[in-house]
């Protein structure tokens, strides 16, 4: 009997490019169809996918054939995301029993549970970018004395909502540009109101987490062999996914309805200290959001895609949750009652258990315990 001919690379490169596809057209539909993706706050995600899906559509298959000519040695890598696509689409089409349990594969469940890690917290990192941009321009616009900016997303295909939002940005740009002016007071301390540092801490604040869910986005919305930022493993319990999804929207309004923060009488009045204050807690902010360069191209929740060492994780192996909580208790501290203490507390905790489901979720990978023995403490240097 003779043996079956072996695809060609670009007969390859077709598949994988097919079975990536046709996940992303599922997503596709549901980012334009389902109610809770319709609402505004996914107004800036709905065309950034749109473009994301048309590229793929038009260059995508002469990038997995690239890509599959460079690695070439590891044809058969099961790490291969468009690989373990399209063997559950063939078994799909073929084998439905062998389907099922194709899912119980520990690689392929990888894939699958990398997928959702994406889907999710995609279209929630591009919607916080776009926020804190926002906010970034009004401040300054604020600072010029000028009208706040609205750049309004029409209805209608992404070309021409692509023209109307350039066209919205033109009409602005001249009047926000900065002049010398805008920069003098910088370097005159002693002539900066309480208004003006104010001002610069939110100017800041902006920035720090403008730069956090960037940085964050590439990591969601890229995994690539050139990258070296494969997912290893994803979080194996559903108790590591509640208490991680549960932090984010719209899951962290049942937090907030459990965990109330609202504020109470001020027991910090004081205008220098609360100004003092909010550097702390901006200090810290900006801490937390180096721990997300310090992946660079790896970051993403919930997953393992190659243990990171450098910046806070030098000293800590939680920084990110560490400074966050900190810059929580810094944010509350002039309100502060023991009705709010405890549900803060509560609130860290959750925190605790992210830290808790990650230990145990990157201790099964060998470099993340010779990690461990590098940097024994998990939240403050010397003490735990």
Sequence with gaps: MEKPKAPSLMQRAVYRWAAVLTVMSALLLLYTRHPYYLNNMFAPFRPFYIA???????????????????????RYDMRDGGLHLLIMGKALWYDRPKFWRLLKNKRIKTTVLAICVKGF?????????????QSIVNAWAHKKGRAPVQLVLQAGNPLEQASAWWMQVKQRVPELLPVASDFSGLFHPGSWTLADTNWGLGFVYDIIFFVDCGWALMGYSSESKWLNNKTRSVEPTGFGWIVCIFCYPPYNNILGTYLPLQNGPAIITDPVWLLVLRAVTVGAFAIYASATVAFGFRFSNLTNRGIVSRGPYRFVRHPA????CFAWWMEHLPTLNPVKAFFLA????????????EERHLGQDPDYRAYKKKVPWVFIPGVY
């Excluded at 917290?121 to 941009?133: K, V």
């Excluded at 949750?321 to 966050?324: D, G, Q, W």
């Excluded at 905790?349 to 808790?356: D, F, P, Q």
């Design 121 to 133: 917290f995609t279209p929630l990192m591009t919607s916080f970018l776009s926020g804190h941009a």
């Design 52 to 74: 994301a899906y048309a590229l793929w559509l038009s260059l995508g298959v002469f990038y997995v054939r690239a890509t599959l000519l460079k690695f070439k040695g590891r």
């Design 346 to 357: 509560c609130l860290c905790g959750v925190y605790a258990l992210r830290a808790w489901t």
């Design 321 to 324: 949750y560490l400074t966050k």
